[in-house]
């Protein structure tokens, strides 16, 4: 058989798979996340037989100093930064504060408008929650970019957009008037990064922070000055804040056997503490609470008194639920969403948004289903459908 | 200046590119070259995800390679070879795709044809070499790379998966003209 015949045979034959098209990047993050789960497991597996077996011959031999601080995780590279605005780099004079933010036992009516990114990021859709009304289609400014990211402030007014462009990603602050619509869309800043991050502003807009390859950066929309967390080892996701002092986050490791050091899991950061990212957060809850289950995805109520961060337990399939939890002792308290139970997890539940005190939560099912816990259903929310299977961040409420 | 992490990050050659550009650009790749291996376009896909997966958590680590795609392939190798060895799959898919040509034709988007058929007898690490060969357009040395044996043992693979390719064709062909 000639070589070129075996060429176009084999190419031909697979070109129906060769375009299919590239499935969300949250299916591998979900799976990332599987693989960390089973390795912790086996590794916790590991360490309670080795465990077991130290103490069988630790019990002989005479006792050791303590230690005199628990081990929260791997030394953090560098102090803490801070840092201005390059020229060039900061609009100063555009942002403006949000607008008076609901109470905190508001209702949902307080807070009608979603943005949502579709899929190819060509422009932001600002839908009623009750009406699912279109009230407003917001293009990027430039041209060639495409809208990648949102954050939304409390008053319900005012969102933070991520655009994409060449080797840059732009942030804007999109405002929009009583009824829905455009008021304004300014620029802030410009990141020299094709990687855009995950970000999250503060529910008064005075703060954005986003992660960044070395750890977390916090910048003030008001002065154009920042502070870079830096972490030695490991990613940060899953950004949100509580007021504007306290940024809820994910840390985690990679590593070969997949055990996470002791403070991997929901961090929460006090920004105006001194130190690296580590030193200056607290754990909350643990990465992995059990060898079969971890939290993921955690999201903090503005008024900082609840997480609701998605539960994944491993057994014959994936159970996956999204729970609330204490901010302060990180118990859990309920169930958000009921559970749901595929072979791989494709179906998991990842909490996208609370209203001020967490008595109302959204929450994204990987099918574009959004339920609220208490009063609201899918129908209520009007979610156009498809809108969310890109990933969490092209929603902000 | 604004930015500082990822001021430092840009400066250095490529640890913070864009990986959901790097997925998109080169998964329909890996999945073909998978699907051309395992024979079955769900497995492969399967396998393609947790390749790019694992490529997702070591990512700053992965985007400093030259070819992250060949990082990524490599996995996906090593998968379909443990994936290979647990179901033996190619000999069942080949029982299977033979009843689909006599069925008319099949829904699957990796539809059987003669050379198909004859690829799936092969052993698997001779279908390797084919697939990484014709169909990647890899010379034999990144073969032999991504293999992990020496040049040699590459052209002796693919040297004796052509006969067999050959002869299981020319068997094809007159099976057909017997049934005519």
């Keep these: ?397 | 200046m604004l930015g500082a992490g990822w001021g430092v990050s840009f400066n250095v050659p490529v640890p913070t590119d864009d990986f959901a550009e790097f997925y998109e650009a080169s998964y329909g790749r890996v999945v073909a070259l998978v699907a051309a291996i395992v024979g079955e376009r769900h497995q492969a896909e399967d396998i393609a995800q947790e390749a790019f997966s694992r490529a997702l958590t070591r990512w700053s680590r992965v985007a400093r390679y030259d070819l992250p795609e060949a990082w990524v392939r490599r996995v996906a190798l090593r998968l379909s070879i443990d994936a290979g060895r647990r179901t033996r799959r190619a000999a069942l898919l080949s029982a299977r795709l033979a009843f689909v040509q006599r069925s008319g034709p099949p829904r699957d988007p990796l539809a059987a044809t003669a050379l198909s058929v004859a690829l799936l007898r092969l052993p698997l690490s001779q279908r390797q070499a084919i697939v990484l060969y014709y169909l990647a357009d890899l010379p034999v040395e990144e073969i032999a790379r991504d293999c992990g044996v020496s040049v040699s043992t590459v052209r002796t693979r693919l040297a004796a998966a052509r006969q067999r390719l050959e002869r299981e064709l020319a068997e094809s062909d007159e099976g057909v003209r017997r049934a005519r």
């Design chain 1, 1 to 397: 058989m000639l070589d070129e015949e075996l060429r176009m045979g084999l190419a031909d034959w697979v070109r129906p798979v060769a375009t299919l098209p590239a499935p969300d990047i949250r299916v591998l993050r979900r799976r990332a996340r599987q693989r960390g789960m089973r390795r912790a497991a086996t590794a916790a597996v590991i360490t309670a037989v080795v465990t077991a077996a130290a103490v069988g011959i630790t019990v002989s031999l005479p006792a050791g100093p303590r230690a005199g601080r628990p081990v929260v995780g791997p030394p953090a590279a560098g102090g803490p930064q801070t840092w201005s605005a390059a020229p060039g780099t900061w609009q100063r004079g555009t942002w403006q504060p949000a607008g008076s933010l609901p109470a905190p036992d508001a209702s949902l009516a307080a807070a009608p408008y979603f943005v949502t990114i579709p899929a190819r990021g060509a422009s932001a859709v600002v839908t009623d929650a009750f009406t699912g009304q279109v009230r407003a289609s917001v293009r990027p400014p430039g041209s060639g970019q495409d809208f990648a990211g949102v954050a939304a402030a409390g008053d319900d007014h005012t969102f933070v957009l991520a655009a994409r462009e060449t080797g840059a990603v732009g942030f804007f602050e999109l405002r929009l008037r009583p009824d829905g619509r455009e008021e304004s869309l300014s620029p802030l800043f410009t990141l020299p990064t094709r990687t855009v991050p995950m970000f999250a502003v503060s529910p008064d807009a005075s703060l954005l922070a986003y992660t960044t390859g070395t750890g977390i950066e916090t910048v003030s929309l008001a002065a154009g000055t920042g502070r870079s967390w830096a972490v030695a080892d490991g990613q940060t996701f899953s950004l949100s804040w509580a007021g504007d002092t306290t940024l809820a986050f994910e840390w985690q490791v990679s590593s070969s056997s997949g055990a996470q050091p002791a403070g991997a899991g929901l961090r929460l950061l006090d920004i105006a503490a001194p130190g690296t990212l580590i030193r200056a957060s607290r754990l909350l809850i643990p990465y992995c609470l059990s060898a079969q289950v971890c939290v993921v995805a955690p999201l903090i109520s503005p008024d900082g008194s609840t997480v609701i961060a998605t539960s994944l337990a491993l057994g014959t399939g994936v159970t996956t639920t999204v729970e609330e939890y204490s901010a302060r002792t990180g118990r859990p308290l309920g169930a958000v969403s009921p559970a749901v139970t595929t072979p791989r997890g494709n179906q998991a539940c990842d909490p996208l948004w609370t209203d001020p005190s967490a008595q109302h939560a959204a929450v994204f099912c990987g099918n574009g289903f959004v339920t609220d816990r208490t009063r609201f259903t899918m129908a209520d929310l009007h979610l156009p459908a498809g809108s969310l299977r890109t990933r969490s961040e092209s929603f902000a409420w």
